[in-house]
Nanobody, 119 residues
């Protein structure tokens, strides 16, 4: 099992930037992929970005391509989500999650951090 703690959320103006961090403990961090999800009020949770165990392979939802960057530092057991050119529609609770045994399936979740983008 993996314990995950997000930080870095907050209130930012339209066009601003934030960097989210997710610190992991438990299983060997470099052995599994990580993802960032978000859920806005009244909407389903969606996968925003994902990264494989090595950091060499990444995925982005179309809605954030070119604006968000996912990265990881295996020496620090931390995954990051750099968010630039933020829009009001990016407002949501952001969660980091760790892949389990099956690639693409996320078994462990953080508590979430609120991101609010004002217009």
């Amino acid at each position: 099992q993996v314990q995950l703690v997000e930080s870095g959320g907050g209130l930012v103006q339209d066009g601003g930037s934030l960097r989210l961090s997710c610190a992991a403990s438990g299983r060997t961090f470099s052995s599994y992929g990580m993802g960032w999800f978000r859920q806005a009020p009244g909407k389903e949770r969606e996968l925003v970005a994902a990264i494989d165990w090595s950091g060499e392979s990444t995925y982005y939802a179309d809605s954030v391509k070119g604006r968000f960057t996912i990265s990881r530092d295996n020496a620090k057991n931390t995954v990051y989500l750099q968010m630039n050119s933020l829009k009001p529609e990016d407002t949501a609770v952001y969660y980091c999650a760790a892949e389990g045994v099956v690639a693409g399936e996320y078994d462990d979740w953080g508590q979430g951090t609120q991101v609010t983008v004002s217009s």
